[in-house]
Each structure stands twice: as C-alpha cells, then as structure tokens.
C-alpha cells in the first residue's frame, strides 16, 4: 500500500480527481471521491456483496464501488428476525454476532471493514479492491452518459453497474393516515437500525403486535414469543390469511403450522383486517374489520416489500408491472452495461418463467451471476436459489422454486419423532448443514435452545416429509417439511422439469424417515 | 400402510418406513457434465481453477486475492517433482500480505480444527484458516474445511 503514499501530494491527487463540474456546493468530501468506477454497485446489501466478490474473483484487481444510503457496511439480512433475538449476550445490539450451528460465532456483517479499501483509495491502489461508500443515495441515472449523480450532486460514471437496491418495507395505508403518534409506534421491519430499535421496544413495552402472517411476521412474533415466556410481554400476531404462512403453505399445513407459533407464545389472530389505527389513552388501538379490537403499545408491520424503482425514471429502464421491480433478461441485462440482483430484479427464469424473488439465497446467488456476467460469462440464470424458515425449534423447513399455496400441492409425510426437528438436525449432522452447504455467507437458523423438543403426538402429524407445488403437473416448488441436506434432489427434480406419474415414488427419493 | 386423503386441491400421503423401502422408479435426467450453466466445483472442466467457487470463500476476492491467485495458480499448475516447489516466492508474498490482515486471515498455529478460530476473526467462511495453511504447505490442493463445492 506504500504506493498509495504519493498520491497524498495534493498535485497527484488531482491529476486523479479531477474537480466534479458543478462545484458550487460541493463539499470538501467529494473531491476526494473517485469520479469513475470500473465497476459501480447501487445498494450495499447481499447481493451486491456477492456481486463485488464474483467480480473480484474473476477479474484480477477489479475495482469495485459500491455505494449505499445506509450507515452500514454490507451485512447479512435473515440473524435480524432469527439468530441475533436468540442470543444469551446483552451486547448483542451492538456487536451483532451470533452463533452459528457448529457453535462458531459470526457477525452479521459478511467481512469486517479492513476487508474493505477507502473510497479515495480506489483509482491508485495496485490490486484494485472493494470500496463502500455509505450515506450517499443515488438519484438520477444518465444511462447514455453511463453516470450517476448522488444526493450530494457528486457524479460517478462507470464502465459497468449494478442496480442491488433492494426495497423498502411496506406500511399500511390505515397506519400511514393514522398521525404522528401512531406511526412513531411503529415498526417497518428491515434493518440493523430497525433490529436495535425493536429490540430496545421489546423490553420497554408491555404489548407488540406484528401485522403479518408471512415469514418475516411469523419469525419476528415466534422470536418476541419467546422473550414473552421470560418477561410478561404480550405478543399478537394478525393478519388476513387463515393461518401463517398462508400464501406459502397449502391449508392443512398453514394450520398445523399456527397452532406450533402458539405454542411459541404469541396470540394470534387470523382472518383479521385492519380497519383503522387510533392512538387513545397512551395505547394503540387496532380496530379491526369484523369488530374486533386489539390494544397494544407497539406495532411491527411485516406486509410485504415494496422493491426500489427509483432510478426507472431517469434511467428509462422498465420496470415490472405483474412483479414490480426491474425488468430483466436471463441474464440478468436490464440494458448492455447494466443489471439488476437482489430483490429489485424481475428476472427470466428459464425454468419457471418470469419472476421476482425476495429471499437471502436468492440475493446470493443473483448477485454472483450478476458479477460473473459483469466479468463477461454470459450465463443465464440457472442454479435454483432456495429458502428457508423455522418458526420455533418444531418447524423448520427449507424450500426452493415456486412455493405458492394456491398451486395444488402433493405432500408425503412420515411419522414425526423427537429426533426430526431442526434443532436436533443441526446437532447431529457435522457438516454442511441447509443453507450454508448451499452457498457460503448464509446465515443458518439453528437455534442453540435450551428446551428440548417435544415428541408430536397428533394423528396427522406433519413432523417431516416433502410437498410437492404444482402447476401443469410439473413440480415448480418443493418444501423439505423438517427434512434436512437434501436440497440437492430437490434442486434436481425442478430443473429435470419432468412430469412424474407418481409423486410418492418421487418422494422416495428424499428418505424421509431417515435423518 | 400408507394412507392418502383429499384436501381440496391438496394432497396428503402418510407413509411408513417400509413404504419406502422399494427403491424409487422415479426417471431423473441424466446430467450433462459440461453443462455451462451450471454452478462447477473448484476445477472446471479444462482444468482451470474456478476462482469464483464458493469453497475458497473471500480467499481470491479479499485484499490479499492477487497474491493468493499467483501462489495457488503456479501451485496448481506446477510440474515439479516437488510440487509446488518453484512457488516458494509467491506464497511467501501472499503471507505477507495476509499478514497485514489478521482479522481476516487468522494466523493459527495450531492447525486443529476444532480450535475456534479468535473472536474477531469468526468469519468461518471468509477467511479460511486452513485454506491458508494448507496452500501454503502445499500439502493440499483442493482447501476447503467442510463448504461444499457445489
């Protein structure tokens, strides 16, 4: 890094860094930014992460930008709502680590900053690097000049750019009419800020409610139930579906699943519709369609993710209207030098068909296609992400492609013992455990519980098996039911496409009775 | 025995262990080796290294990604009786480098496993440890520690 020396001589420097064109306002800091990035990635978060590091691999000292408006280098997304509410160390707010399967602690942050180089570090130093600039918001794409302006009216123009802006929680309109007093005690679940400032609610307040049944709702409300079993917190979870996971898991499943997050402690109310939010007598107070009413000091919303679409615009790059989010080719192109990862791209998948994905392996994966495509390998999207979810040390299950509980659906279930349940997968199996045997930064979701878990005893019990999602009778999805480290076959059997005849003979292939 | 029932739409199977005892007659297709589109392992198949496989972690991306490309490819390409041997130079320019970095590349001298690596440097996949004394003793050339190349 010596090198790096000379160009602290002011002369050198702006030889390096020539003075922006519009210089009435700009701060001191812009001058040293660097004013061309070989390689600009719009977003900090996993998918540009797993972007910057294709590109690093593939291309020999790549300089890499990636610029965010968060405070926060790029970090791992799934700990929020899981491992990091799990954790025995008071300071976890502030270290953000957690403890993985094997017992290993990790941030959540996918490197620690010495990973990283400067900014202004970027055009001299000798093997390229990665660069994170924080705080700084993109608002205007030039896509014929190939630059960005940011909201310091700094510009940097790029040789190749990746949009991995990901989106923004989703409010109801009831609570955004519903006044200042109301929305400050609310919750848009996404971030390291919004992890800390629930955190901190979790222990001041005597009642959370979290609107929404889907993974993010369900996670959060099982991780506050379980801090309700230690503190006389109430926790209420409501939302419109019959059950949790009621747009992911057919009927029987959802059900099954419910009475499980019950079990966690939380009070939850399905079929419920929010009619209006009040604030009344230092409570909130959630007026429901079918009359009704919940009194609660504090509300989580978990509806949903409204993808980020802000440079369409001024970029005249299209957008999605039946997926939202950024329209894109196979591979991933939204135009010749730009693509899009993450949870803003509405992708080609050459299996599935058209679609916008959401998920943290999905973000992995899209983002390193995304590098390698941005390093000139053409690929199309190809490697099946996969997802996955546990709702309490019974139910933990791991799926990938099309996991829609209105597609008819065929699920194979054996007998539950206390031996299948994510809790006691992850302690016996020694190595590769789910996800992480998948791609590498993803954060598993094994739980270092105290409590062992308890042998189901109904008659239909789901305690594991693999259901099949449907559509023409071709298998789209698969849900491995507490069946773990056989997301190989299934990843085979949606992208063989193949019509089966017979989906127990399929099933077989997952030795369901076996650990 | 097994037994099935009819939920709307929805399918439900209940099957015992000797259900599934007879081998499946379920038809998978046969793979294509040299599929490009498919994820490879750390070896492609014209015998390059794959420097984007998830096994080597942050090793070829990190700052010390150069130095740690150089060693490993003269390694990997190395015809010597002793393999690696004419390789000594690089390896030792990507310790040094590595050396600057202790959070991301832990210095363990205790090459067991089971040892937690030190509390800043807990980023099992990123910075892997063995890798890093495995290539540099070239007594392995494939360094992973249990990340499955996929």
Redo the contacts between chains.
């Keep these: 890094m010596e090198a790096s020396h000379c160009y602290d001589d002011p002369q050198i420097r702006h030889l390096n860094h020539p003075q922006p064109a519009e210089s009435v306002g700009s701060t001191p800091a812009s001058l040293k930014l660097p004013s061309h990035a070989p390689y600009l990635l719009l977003g900090g978060g996993t998918a540009s992460f797993a972007a ?7 291309d ?2 790549a300089k890499v930008l990636i610029v965010t408006d968060e405070p926060d280098l790029p970090y791992m997304r799934p700990p929020l709502s899981k491992e990091l509410w799990f954790s025995d160390d008071p300071s976890v707010t502030e270290t953000l ?1 957690f403890k ?1 399967w ?6 959540i942050y ?3 900053p ?2 990283y ?1 400067n900014p202004e570090e970027l055009d001299s130093v000798e ?1 390229g ?2 660069a994170v600039l924080t705080g700084k918001k993109v608002v205007h794409m030039d896509v014929r000049g190939n630059k960005v302006k940011l909201d310091d009216d700094t510009e940097i123009s790029y040789d190749k750019c990746l949009i991995a802006t990901g989106g923004v929680p989703r409010n109801l309109q009831v609570i955004e009419r519903a006044g200042e007093e109301v929305m400050k005690r609310t919750t848009l679940f996404r971030k390291i800020e919004d992890f800390r400032s629930l955190d901190k609610v979790s222990r001041n307040v005597k009642s959370i409610t979290i609107i929404g049944g889907g993974f993010l709702g369900s996670e959060l409300a099982c991780a506050l139930g379980r801090r309700s079993t230690e503190s006389d917190l109430e926790v209420i979870q409501m939302f419109p579906e019959k059950g949790n996971m009621g747009k992911v898991l ?3 499943l959802s059900n099954w699943t419910t009475e499980k997050v019950k079990k966690e402690g939380v009070k939850v109310l399905s079929e419920a519709l929010v009619k209006s939010v009040t604030y009344k007598d230092d409570k909130l107070e959630i007026h429901l369609k079918d009359g009704r009413l919940v009194k609660t000091d504090h509300i989580v919303t978990a509806v949903g993710l409204e993808p980020n679409v802000d440079l369409a615009k001024s970029g005249g790059l299209e957008v999605d209207s039946d997926f939202g989010g950024y329209r894109v080719n196979a591979e991933l192109q939204a135009r010749s030098n730009i693509w899009v990862a993450g949870d803003a791209a509405c992708f080609y998948d050459i299996r599935l068909g058209r679609r916008r994905v959401e998920h943290h392996d999905h973000a992995v994966v899209s983002g ?1 296609l995304a ?2 495509n941005m390093t000139g390998a053409n ?2 999207y ?2 099946q992400s996969m997802f996955w979810s546990d709702l309490g040390p019974d139910v933990g299950y791991e799926a990938i492609g099309i996991v829609d509980s209105s ?9 539950a013992t206390a031996k299948d349940t994510p809790k006691a997968a992850t302690e016996e199996s020694g ?2 455990i789910r996800s ?6 993803t954060a598993t979701s094994a739980v270092a519980s105290v409590t062992p878990a308890p042998v189901v005893e109904n008659k ?1 019990d789901y305690g594991k098996g693999v259901i099949f999602y449907l559509r023409d009778k071709v298998v789209v999805g698969i849900i491995l039911w507490n069946v773990f480290n056989r997301m190989p076959v299934a990843r ?2 949606i ?2 496409g ?1 019509e ?1 005849a ?1 989906l ?6 997952f ?3 076996e650990d | 025995m ?1 037994y099935c029932r009819e ?11 000797e ?2 005892e ?8 046969a ?1 294509d080796p040299n599929d ?4 490879q392992g750390l070896i492609l198949p014209n015998g390059d290294i794959n ?2 496989c ?1 096994c ?3 090793m ?4 010390c ?2 130095q740690f ?1 150089e060693a490993f490819s003269c390694f990997h390409y190395s015809k010597e009786e002793v393999k690696g041997s004419e390789c000594i130079d690089h390896f030792r320019n990507m310790q040094e480098c590595m050396q600057r ?1 202790p ?2 590349y832990p210095q363990e001298e205790d090459k067991d496993e089971s040892t ?2 030190s ?2 440097a ?5 910075s892997d440890s063995t890798a890093v004394t495995s290539a540099v003793s070239s007594d392995s050339t494939s360094p992973t520690d ?3 190349a ?1």
């Design positions: 910057a590091r294709s590109i690093r691999a593939r020999p000292g680590r993985q094997n017992g290993k602690e990790r941030s996918f490197q620690p010495s990973f180089i093997n690097g990665v057919p009927e029987y390193r590098g390698e690929k199309p190809w490697h597609l008819p659906t065929v699920g194979v279930f054996a007998k190595t590769g992480e045997s998948e791609t590498e930064d239909d085979k059997i992208k063989d193949e089966h017979d127990n003979e399929v099933a077989k292939l030795n369901i009775h | 097994s939920e709307g739409k929805d399918r439900i199977i209940f099957v015992t262990k259900d599934h007879t081998p499946s007659n379920a038809e998978l297709v793979d490009p589109y498919e994820e420097w984007n998830p080597l972690g942050g070829a991306s990190g700052p990604g150069s490309k970095y959070e991301l937690a690596p509390d800043s807990a980023l099992t996949s990123e249990g990340q499955t996929s």
